[in-house]
């Protein structure tokens, strides 16, 4: 089983260069399963039922999302009645949505889980022993595990590619939109990634447009950001999974858009 991950979209030019990069990327990486966090899909935060089809339209099996997920309310019924939208499965579990899906093709079952952090980040339980429950629970009726974890510091989602090597397929990191350069297997044969990175505009402050980032940061001062749109790039990782449901290799991939 083969599996594409795809780092943050951020806003319609990070659709656009998606569905522009993926022909390319199916060709390069030949996944089964291409799975994608879209929580700044809709103009740079969260995501819309319009904007989860622009994913699926470019090739997204599932999408997974984070922090930004409810911040448009037209959104909730959506994430209520999807079965291929994920939101941290450590939220409230009343909240709308749900935590964890499965993936059900040719190349077998592929459990998703969707979590997030808890340093720097809200979320209604702890991210280590939910990671526990749904694997325990996930595990028996599926053949392999993939693990997104929405997270701001980098040893948080280190201690978590830690606390599932050998449990899941791959642990995955999102969120920073910056990516990290230690993708490896772990020796239990877990692929893990600090921050797979996202796919949007170089020429900006991840993903919005210098200029509002900068005077907020100077003045401290309520600003508008706007998504930046040069230079987009698609960051995620190419996972092989193998019969045990472990990673044989992590591929990190970072491509130009056009
Ligand atoms: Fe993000
Ligand atoms: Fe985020």
Redesign the pocket.
């Known amino acids: 089983m083969r599996l594409l991950f795809i780092g943050?979209v951020v806003g319609s030019p990070g659709r656009r260069g998606l569905a522009a990069a993926m022909p390319e990327l199916r060709e390069r990486c030949q996944p089964d399963y291409v799975v994608v966090?879209g929580?700044?899909s809709a103009g740079g935060l969260g995501i819309t039922e319009s904007t989860a089809q622009d994913i699926f339209d470019a090739g997204a099996d599932l999408i997974t999302?984070?922090?930004?997920v409810y911040r448009h309310r037209e959104a909730y019924d959506f994430l209520d009645r999807t079965d291929r939208v994920v939101r941290p499965a450590n939220y409230a579990h009343g909240n709308p949505g749900r935590g964890h899906a499965v993936i059900d093709g040719a190349a077998g079952r592929l459990g998703v889980v969707n979590l997030s952090g808890t340093v720097g980040?809200k979320a209604a339980r702890n991210a280590f022993t939910e990671a526990d429950a749904l694997v325990e629970r996930l595990g028996r009726d599926t053949d392999a595990l993939m693990v997104d974890f929405?997270a701001?510091v980098t040893s948080e989602k280190v201690a978590m590619g830690w606390h599932l090597d050998g449990r899941v397929a791959a642990v995955v990191g999102?969120?920073?939109?910056v990516p990290t350069a230690d993708g490896r297997v772990l020796p239990g044969g877990t692929a893990f990634i600090t921050d797979v990175g996202m796919t949007g505009s170089r020429a900006g402050v991840i993903g919005v447009k210098p200029e509002g980032a900068l005077k907020s940061l100077i003045t401290g001062m309520p600003t508008r950001f706007e998504t930046a749109e040069d230079d987009v790039w698609v960051m995620g990782a190419s996972i092989e999974i193998n019969e045990k449901g472990l990673a044989d290799s992590i591929e990190q991939v970072l491509v130009p858009a056009d």
């Open positions: 943050d966090n929580e700044n999302t984070g922090n930004h980040l929405h701001e999102t969120h920073t939109h």
